[in-house]
Nanobody, 121 residues
Framework: QLQLVESGGGLVQPGGSLRLSCSAS????????IGWFRQAPGKEREGVSW????????YYAESVKGRFAISRDNTKNMVYLQMNTLKPEDTAVYHC??????????????WGQGSQVTVSS
């Protein structure tokens, strides 16, 4: 059964906004780093943003700094990604993931099926 389910993707014009949501079931997000990864056709998977369970701090890829914001609601066992000023190069399938994340090592324990985000006029 699915343990991470994303929603909120879609088609948006350049400059627009979308909010992705990720709902976790059968496990508690409190004990994991939780974040978002994306993969575009022909490109490698990219870590977009995550929240550290140890420090509480947030990581953002350089390409999204100042435009995206990650947040979590532990009472609802959910994590969100607010995406503003979207660009065509943000087009990708966005996956929610839980595990242990750092800029040098990614260990994924749970992985969502993904939500398509398309930025096009």
């Amino acid at each position: 059964q699915l343990q991470l389910v994303e929603s909120g993707g879609g088609l948006v014009q350049p400059g627009g906004s979308l909010r992705l949501s990720c709902s976790a079931s059968k496990f508690t997000l409190d004990f994991y780093d939780i974040g978002w990864f994306r993969q575009a056709p022909g490109k490698e998977r990219e870590g977009v943003s995550w929240l550290s369970v140890v420090s509480g701090g947030a990581y953002y890829a350089e390409s999204v700094k100042g435009r995206f914001a990650i947040s979590r609601d532990n009472t609802k066992n959910m994590v969100y990604l607010q995406m503003n000023t979207l660009k065509p190069e943000d087009t990708a399938v966005y996956h929610c993931a839980a595990g242990e994340f750092s800029e040098t090592a990614i260990k994924i324990t749970y992985w969502g099926q993904g939500s398509q985000v398309t930025v096009s006029s």
